[in-house]
C-alpha cells in the first residue's frame, strides 16, 4: 500500500528536490491557532506537517519547543486537538504525521491510536523514543491501517543499529544531524555521512533533522538528503508574533523562504 507520504516523497524525488518538512506542535498557539499555522505552512511550500503532540517530558525538544509544548498543555489540549490538526494540515494538501513520545501511544493502545490517526487523514507517526525491536504491538497496528513509522538515526548510531532502524521504518528514515535537543546546535558536519550511511541499508528516503533554521541551511542539507526538516525556526516565528493572525503569516513566509532554499540545493 502506498501512503501520502510515499507519494509525495516519490514526488519531490521525481522533481528532482529533497521534500520541505515542517514542525508544529499541536495546541499552539492556541488549538484553533494550530490549525490556521499549519495551513498556512503548506500554503508557503512544506510538502510534509509533523503535528506534534505536546508531552509534559519532552526530553528531545530544547526550550522554543517546550515552551510551544507547556503554552499548549495549558491551554489543555488533548487527543482530539491533535487529530484536528492532523485534518487540517492534511486537508491543506500536505502528507503529515504525528511525532510522539511512546508512552501517549501505549496508553491510548496503538490499535485505537492508529486508527484515530489513519481517519483523520495520517499517513504515519515518528516514534523518537521508541526502540525498534520493542516496536512490534505499534507496527502491527500501523500496518492494519495503512500507516508509516519513522524511526531514527543518530551520528553516534552504530551500524547494526542503522540496520535495525532502516529494516523498521516506513516512508523515511530520520537522521538527527546531531547530539542534543532541538534548536540549540546548527547541522553538524557529519550529517552527510549519517545520509550516506543510512542509504547502505535501505531504499527509503532519508530526510535530515535538528539543527536546520535558515533557508542557507536547507539548501545546503537539500543538496544530499531527501528531506529538510525544520521545527524549532516554526515555533519561533509564531512565538515572537505579536499575536495568532501574524504568527500564521509569519509561518507561511518562512515557509516559502526555506522551499526556496530547499529547491535552490540541486540547482
Not at 509533523?50 to 495549558?74: F, N, T
Not at 547502505?200 to 544530499?224: F, I, K, N, R
Request: overall charge negative; aromatic content about 4%.
Amino acid at each position: 500500500m502506498v501512503s501520502a507520504l510515499d507519494s509525495r516523497l516519490a514526488e519531490r524525488r521525481a522533481e528532482g528536490r529533497a521534500a520541505l518538512v515542517g514542525y508544529l506542535p499541536a495546541g499552539f498557539p492556541s488549538p484553533d491557532g494550530a490549525l490556521a499555522v499549519a495551513r498556512a505552512m503548506v500554503e508557503g511550500g512544506c510538502d510534509v506537517i509533523e503535528v506534534g503532540l505536546p508531552y509534559s517530558d519532552p526530553v528531545l525538544d530544547g526550550p522554543a519547543i517546550q515552551q510551544a509544548v507547556d503554552q499548549a498543555l495549558r491551554a489543555g489540549v488533548g487527543p482530539k486537538d491533535v487529530l484536528r490538526t492532523v485534518e487540517a494540515a492534511s486537508s491543506a494538501g500536505a502528507a503529515t504525521l504525528v511525532m510522539t513520545y511512546w508512552n501517549p501511544v501505549e496508553r491510548q493502545g496503538p490499535e485505537r491510536f492508529a486508527a484515530d490517526l489513519a481517519a483523520a487523514g495520517g499517513s504515519g507517526v515518528i516514534l523518537p523514543d521508541l526502540p525498534p525491536e520493542e516496536a512490534g504491538a505499534w507496527l502491527s497496528a500501523a500496518e492494519d491501517h495503512g500507516l508509516d513509522s519513522v524511526f531514527l538515526v543518530a551520528p553516534s548510531s552504530s551500524e547494526e543499529r542503522v540496520a535495525a532502524v532502516c529494516a523498521a521504518s516506513s516512508g523515511f528514515v530520520y537522521a538527527a544531524s546531531l547530539m542534543g535537543v532541538t534548536g540549540v546546535l546548527a547541522v553538524s558536519s557529519g550529517a552527510r555521512d549519517l545520509v550516506a550511511r543510512t542509504r547502505q541499508h535501505t531504499d527509503l528516503p532519508v530526510c535530515v533533522g535538528l539543527g536546520v533554521s535558515t533557508p542557507e541551511q536547507a539548501e545546503e542539507v537539500a543538496a544530499y538528503a531527501d528531506g529538510v526538516i525544520v521545527g524549532t525556526a516554526f515555533v519561533r516565528a509564531v512565538l515572537e508574533a505579536p499575536d495568532e493572525a501574524a504568527g500564521a503569516a509569519a509561518a507561511g513566509e518562512l515557509a516559502g523562504r526555506l522551499a526556496a532554499g530547499v529547491r535552490a540545493g540541486r540547482s
